[in-house]
């Protein structure tokens, strides 16, 4: 594994398929020899502070990690996870981990390697290009081509919303970001929501989806200055609506009944109108909600956390609804080799049983996946 590259391995893996050689085989445990047609990396890696198995998902000379902490990146039946990995010379590839077999296989190369979404029937994926968005059949690796009436843009943050027939996304110039934009996913119905003016307004950040007809986003100064007033966002509908909310709350997840927002980052959950509903002022990082809408995750961002802490350099699990808090594993990361972010990314499952995490392991290794099993 070592001394082959992971592209090198997909490649002989798929020409061993083609020559009949590749047979199906059950899934590997922590212990098992990968076979020539295996692209698993896959091995046991410790315990967590629960008990429950961490596994180790990636081991190889490119950085992989997650692309953000939203949109999620399970697949539809938590079988599949979509990730970014960058070689040695920052060339992106976004990758397809089967969480069945633990085999990786190339999806796409991508020059951005930023941000694809599922479909809801987890079918395709939809990776954005240069004036198109690519659905791709995970399958087949046939691409069908949403063509985006843009002037010279490129296709990014691409979002599902959730009845699953429209995408969101930003159209991003060479320097700058040009409009938040929809179009529905049998490519009809294309709109342009919001321009960013390039006088104030410079790019855009984060948008997601609230419900099927209202999107949360950021706007950023010259420079991507996200200062002050900037960590404020904006609400808009499909039909141009625009209202902002009034509270800081620089990087978020949206509960999945549309109703919360999680403020990771400033220690704290609101409503849609800004109004603070759970404060957590010892515990701030990126944070993502469980798929039951009452648990949420928090990384421990290494700045406002002492290392004193109980909580320094750990996923944190807790919930809306009650006082429950713990430790669920420490992610062992240095914060400074994710490629994107101060903090590591994590994300639950859609069936909420599991949680990967990204993780350079105190600049031990180049930064790896892991999956820890979250206790019922």
Aim: hydrophobic share 30%; net charge negative.
């Amino acid at each position: 594994m070592k001394n082959t590259t992971r592209r090198e391995l997909i490649q002989n893996a798929s020409l061993l398929a083609l020559m009949g050689l590749a047979g199906c085989s059950s899934a590997p445990d922590s212990t098992s020899v990968n076979t020539p047609e295996s692209t698993s990396e896959k091995t046991f890696y410790k315990k967590s502070d629960v008990g429950t198995d961490v596994i180790q998902l990636t081991s190889n000379s490119f950085h992989d990690g997650i692309f953000y902490q939203e949109p999620n990146y399970f697949s539809p039946d938590s079988s599949k996870f979509l990730f970014k990995s960058a070689d040695r010379d920052a060339k992106y590839g976004i990758y397809l981990l089967d969480l069945n077999t633990w085999d990786i296989g190339l999806l796409k190369n991508s020059p951005l390697g930023w941000m694809p979404t599922w479909s809801k029937d987890g079918k395709e994926v939809y990776v954005g290009e240069h004036s198109k968005i690519l659905a791709i059949n995970i399958k087949t690796l046939e691409e069908r081509t949403i063509n985006i009436p843009t002037d010279s843009s490129w296709i990014t943050f691409l979002h599902l919303n959730p009845s699953g027939d429209r995408l969101l996304f930003i159209e991003e110039g060479q320097k700058t970001h040009k409009a938040l934009s929809t179009i529905k996913t049998d490519g009809s119905d294309y709109r342009k929501l919001f321009i960013a003016d390039q006088e104030t307004v410079f790019f855009l950040d984060h948008p997601t989806f609230v419900d099927d007809n209202t999107i949360l986003f950021l706007t950023r100064g010259e420079n991507r200055n996200f200062r002050g007033d900037f960590n404020k966002p904006y609400l808009i509908t499909l039909d141009g609506k625009l209202t902002r909310i009034p509270t800081t709350c620089s990087h978020y997840d949206v509960n999945p009944n549309g109703d919360k927002i999680l403020c990771g980052q400033n220690g704290y959950i609101i409503d849609l109108e800004g109004n603070k509903l759970k404060e957590f002022p010892e515990i701030n990082g990126h944070g993502a909600w469980a798929p039951d809408g009452d648990a949420f995750l928090l990384t421990g961002d290494p700045i406002p956390v002492p290392k004193e802490s109980q909580y320094f350099g750990k996923i944190v699990i807790m919930k809306f609804s009650s006082d429950e808090i713990y430790s669920l594993v420490s992610h062992e990361s240095t914060y400074d080799s994710s490629l994107t972010h101060t903090q590591p990314n994590a994300q639950f499952s859609r069936d909420g049983k599991h949680i990967i995490y990204e993780s350079d392991r105190n600049q031990m290794q180049n930064t790896d996946l892991y999956l820890v099993e979250v206790p019922e």
